[in-house]
C-alpha cells in the first residue's frame, strides 16, 4: 500500500493522473507522503541499528581472535592452568556459534542466550587473568603483558559499540512505537519488530582486570 501511494503522489507531481481522478489522487497524496515519510523514516533507523549491530559483532570477533593468541602464551608458563584454559576455549567455542540476525534482535529469548554466551566467556578470561597472579614469569612475559592490554582495550571497544547500538535500538523503537509508525507499520508487507536491548549481566559490566 505504501507503494501504491507513493506511485499516485509521483504521478501527480508528474501531471500524470486524469482530471477525474485528480480529487481522489490529491487526498491519496496527502496520506502517502506522511506515510512515505514515516516508512523511510524506519528504514533508516533499522539500517543505523544493524550498522551499529555489526560494530558490536566486530569487537566481539576481535575478542575471540586475541583468545587464542592468549591460551598459547598462558600455556607455555602455567602448565597447571589446564582446566582453566580448557573452560577458556570452550566458552569461546560456545559464543562463536551463536550469531543473530536481524530478525533474532528482535527475540528476547535468543538475545538472552547471545549475551549468556558472551558472559561465560568473559567470566572465563577474566578468571584466566587473575591466575596468571601465581606465575612470576608469565607476569613478565612481555608478549602476555601486550595481549592483557589488548583484551582490556578490546573490552572498552565492546561496551562503547553496545552503548551505540543500545541508542540506535531507541531510536527505532520510538519511532516505531509512535502513531506515525504504528500506522505504517500495519500496511507494509513486512511489520517492523522492536528490536532487544544488549545489555550484560551485572557482574560481566567491569572489563577484566589487568594487573602488572
Known amino acids: 500500500m505504501i507503494q501504491t501511494l507513493r506511485g499516485l503522489a509521483v504521478r501527480l507531481a508528474l501531471g500524470g493522473a486524469p482530471a477525474a481522478a485528480l480529487p481522489l489522487t490529491l487526498a491519496a497524496a496527502a496520506v502517502a507522503l506522511p506515510g512515505c515519510q514515516k516508512y523511510d523514516q524506519l528504514i533508516e533507523a533499522d539500517?543505523?541499528?544493524?550498522?551499529?549491530?555489526?560494530?558490536?559483532e566486530a569487537q566481539l570477533q576481535r575478542r575471540y581472535d586475541l583468545v587464542p593468541n592468549l591460551v598459547s602464551t598462558v600455556k607455555a608458563s602455567a602448565k597447571h592452568e589446564q582446566e582453566t584454559?580448557?573452560?577458556?576455549?570452550?566458552?569461546?567455542?560456545?559464543?562463536?556459534q551463536l550469531k543473530l540476525s536481524a530478525d533474532d534482535l528482535s527475540d528476547p529469548a535468543k538475545v538472552a542466550a547471545f549475551q549468556k554466551?558472551?558472559?561465560n566467556l568473559k567470566g572465563s578470561l577474566s578468571r584466566l587473568l587473575v591466575a596468571q597472579e601465581a606465575y612470576p614469569e608469565l607476569k613478565a612475559n612481555q608478549g602476555y603483558r601486550d595481549l592483557q592490554t589488548q583484551l582490556e582495550g578490546?573490552?572498552?571497544?565492546i561496551l562503547r559499540a553496545r552503548e551505540e547500538y543500545?541508542?540506535?535500538?531507541?531510536?527505532?523503537n520510538a519511532e516505531l512505537g509512535k502513531v506515525g509508525g504504528q500506522v505504517v507499520n500495519k500496511v507494509t508487507g513486512k511489520p517492523f519488530k522492536p528490536r532487544v536491548y544488549f545489555s550484560?549481566?551485572?557482574e560481566a559490566q567491569a572489563a577484566p582486570k589487568v594487573s602488572f
Open 47 to 56: 539500517a543505523t541499528a544493524d550498522q551499529r549491530w555489526a560494530n558490536v
Open 85 to 96: 584454559l580448557t573452560k577458556v576455549m570452550e566458552a569461546r567455542a560456545a559464543a562463536t
Open 117 to 119: 554466551a558472551q558472559d
Open 154 to 157: 578490546t573490552e572498552n571497544r
Open 166 to 172: 543500545n541508542a540506535a535500538v531507541k531510536t527505532f
Open 200 to 202: 550484560a549481566s551485572t
